[in-house]
């Protein structure tokens, strides 16, 4: 029986600065039926509080400890090892880990670090792998649009390092089997009493059911038509996040 | 039967910049019963002009058009093809390329461009082979030592392209097939009609193999005792250049 959602942000609750219509209501009405919620997104260029903030404006009220970011999975990461992270990430999320010790760097982050991708530091990330340091990568993705122009993610430069110091990245963030694991942890729920909501066939459908948990695309979004028939894993799908939550609430049981 | 030697040049005919007990005699040998010979190196720091005076200075003389680099073999794979390319390549040796137009360009090398390795630059490169532009790679090695640092070389950016693109490089440079494929095209001599003398077990000696050569690897240079039983593929072994030419000559007629 399904006991939690994890609820994709853009494409599932908002389009740009739209919100889905019934999005607001939906959430409220899963959270009024006791379902657990967590908020799980791949941006690696929001702090938490502006994440929280924008949701916010949008009308969803959600608390601090729902949200889930591939920046906060990897902060969690490494606080629980007592490693001393060498960042290479984007500014706006800096701060994020600026409770960590980071001298004398034992790991490295690689998220989307736009001109911090320089030789020398690329050479400090690749020496500090090379010494055995583990690798930490914000989602894996390869590009991205910015005003027309195709510019490189993190996933290309994690491909490097990793190649260079011959080692595999731990990838936070969706479609990471060990960031929705670490998302279930902090539920006290087995994978199979979760449903994952979104609009991404791969990263989020096909991640979650690799972790174990159940998979719902949405039709809004990215959603492309036929994109449900991209995987042969068994799944939901529903025209959006009001007709997913009604799913998933026929198929609650509080025991 | 043999007609030609390929001869890699570190640690087979020198060693820093010692010479080889009697491998000025050797090559003089081999050039005196018509051999043909081609020089073999994936050094991406020297031009052709000064590998040619290095070699001088040691004693080998030798012409410009028996020299085959990585970044020749590149060249000649641009000017074949009418490409203009995008060089994130070292600085001493962009001369090489000076004479292909580099305006507009729709074809990307990568060397070991150092301080280049830049995200404005990775970025260029990669909207290029978005588009469509081939990638070529002068060797692929992961890293090199410089001062008792450990530096990435053009390996890891070559990968972080081939996945940002998804595209796969074309690699000039042993141990790359189609290197050797290109060096033997300079001679009019079937593969099997060439012999590759190089120190290093994987990209001399396998790597010629694979492309249908013959292999000798000789116990100078980075040899380590073993490397001769590291591939499974039939090849020779000499204890230097000096024993590995009479081998060659025992097998060669000038038919």
Chains 1, 2 share one sequence.
Request: overall charge negative; hydrophobic content about 45%.
């Amino acid at each position: 029986m399904l006991k939690a959602l994890f609820i994709d942000l853009s494409g599932v609750l908002y389009v740009g600065n739209k919100v889905i219509p019934g999005a607001v209501a939906a959430v409220a009405k899963a959270r009024a039926k006791q379902l657990q919620l967590r908020f799980v997104t791949n941006t690696s260029r929001r702090t938490r509080t502006q994440i929280l903030m924008d949701l916010k404006n949008l009308g969803f009220e959600l608390a601090e400890e729902e949200l889930f970011t591939a920046p906060i999975a990897a902060h969690a990461w490494l606080q629980e090892k007592q490693l001393r992270p060498y960042c290479l990430i984007h500014q706006n999320i800096k701060s994020e880990f600026s409770d960590l010790i980071q001298t004398n760097p034992n790991a490295v982050i690689i998220g989307d670090a736009e001109q911090d991708f320089c030789y020398d530091k690329l050479n400090r990330a690749f020496q500090l792998c090379q010494q055995g340091a583990p690798l930490l990568g914000i989602g894996c993705n390869r590009f991205f649009k910015l005003d027309e122009q195709l510019l490189l993610d993190a996933g290309p430069f994690i491909k490097a390092i990793e190649f260079a110091a011959s080692t595999q990245a731990i990838i936070l963030g969706k479609p990471s089997r060990d960031f929705f694991l670490q998302a279930l942890a902090s539920t006290n729920l087995q994978a199979d009493q979760v449903l994952m909501i979104g609009d991404d066939i791969y990263g989020d459908v096909e991640g979650a059911i690799n972790a174990g948990l159940h998979g719902c695309l949405v039709r809004t979004g990215k959603y492309q038509q036929g994109d449900e028939n991209k995987i042969s894993l068994p799944h939901q799908s529903a025209d959006s996040i009001v007709e997913a939550v009604d799913y998933a609430l026929l198929n609650y049981r509080n025991s």
